[in-house]
């Protein structure tokens, strides 16, 4: 079993991200962290806490960052998650409370506890793991990975989601992502690169929606809101599962292709949240913050159809 720790912002895709990691008799999820993102930090704990309930997850939630590390609230992308994140349908209800424990904190003591066995799956901004950092920055070395849904590098044509440049994981928070690069820890970003191409389709949407189990019930309600922003802005074969697919990275990486190299973030000015892989680290360049930076794989090739049937067979059933 692969011990994991789920970071996330739910968020539809969250949502869906989650139940995968739930239902794959591989993984052990330690403890689930919320942190701001496609909602404010009191609404995406409170969509968590559903999503145990209606997951049945037997997990602890820990309410993490409500602001980015330089304290600015951004808007949070309603358009596409619903003024609830999680797709207006009026089915998020919980009395639930999180664990007294801070996220960043939660992450400490797990890490510590299990050194080298932990995989974090980061699914919103990286705020959580930044803080963490300053709290014990052991943690690059003995965390197993970090598995980073954020960034997008270019590769087939994908740049960014909420700039020309920037995706908007990356974007919520550039300052905790260049620090995340910074760290010396085993890390693989699964960006837009691949996640654009791993496309829900109505057939597969269909599904979820007619399953006899709830919990895929749900995706599929929630998922309409979600499959109707991308239907506004001319996608037209379904919606991208951006988040779970950082998840099945941890499941099958064999359905991945990666590129390593250090990576860095725009942390200002007109790139803000770019995320640059130097792809030529040995040659010299004239200005170079790329320099003695630890490498990170970065997801540049992907498998879609084997991904979603990964997603379809593990939450359904084969
Ligand atoms: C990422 O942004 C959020 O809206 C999604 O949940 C996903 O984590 C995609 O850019
Ligand atoms: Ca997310």
């Given amino acids: 079993m692969k011990k994991v720790i789920i970071d996330c912002d739910p968020g539809i895709d969250d949502a869906m991200a989650i139940l995968l990691a739930h239902r794959c008799k591989d993984l052990e999820i330690l403890g689930i962290t919320t942190v701001h993102g496609n909602a404010d930090i009191e609404n995406t704990t409170a969509n968590t806490l559903h999503l145990r309930n209606v997951f049945n997850i037997d997990a602890p939630v820990h309410q993490g960052a409500g602001l980015p590390l330089n ?19 009026g089915d998020v209800q919980s009395d639930a409370s999180a664990d ?7 992450i400490v003591d797990t890490i510590r506890a299990n050194p080298h066995e932990v995989t974090i799956i980061t699914l919103g901004r990286l705020t959580n793991l930044a803080r963490a950092l300053t709290i014990a920055p052991e943690l690059a070395t003995l965390t197993k990975e970090v598995v980073i ?3 997008a590098f270019g590769e087939n044509q994908f740049r960014g989601n909420v700039s020309p440049c920037a995706e908007a994981n990356i974007y919520g928070d550039p300052d905790a992502a260049d620090a995340v690069c910074l760290a010396g ?26 399953s006899d189990d709830t919990a895929c019930q749900f995706i599929g309600r929630i998922s309409e809101f979600y499959n109707n922003f991308y239907t506004s802005i001319g996608y037209t074969e379904g919606f991208p599962m951006h988040d779970a697919s950082a998840v099945a990275y941890v499941i099958a990486p064999e359905l991945f292709r990666v590129q390593t190299g250090p990576v860095r973030v725009a942390t200002n000015g007109i790139a803000k949240g770019e995320t640059i892989l ?41």
């Fill in 278 to 318: 130097n792809r030529e680290p040995a040659r010299e360049y004239v200005e170079d913050h790329w320099a003695d930076i630890p490498a990170a794989n970065v997801c540049i090739g992907v498998e879609a159809a084997g991904v979603l049937d990964v997603y379809e067979h593990t939450i359904l059933g084969p």
């Fill in 100 to 106: 007294s424990t801070e996220a960043e904190q939660f």
């Fill in 149 to 151: 849904m954020g960034g």
């Fill in 71 to 89: 304290g600015v609230e951004l808007a949070y992308p309603t358009f596409v998650h619903g003024d609830d994140g999680m797709g207006d349908t």
């Fill in 185 to 210: 820890w085993q890390k693989t970003f699964v960006g837009l690169d691949v996640t654009m191409l791993v496309v829900v389709d109505p057939q597969r949407q269909a599904k979820f929606r007619q």
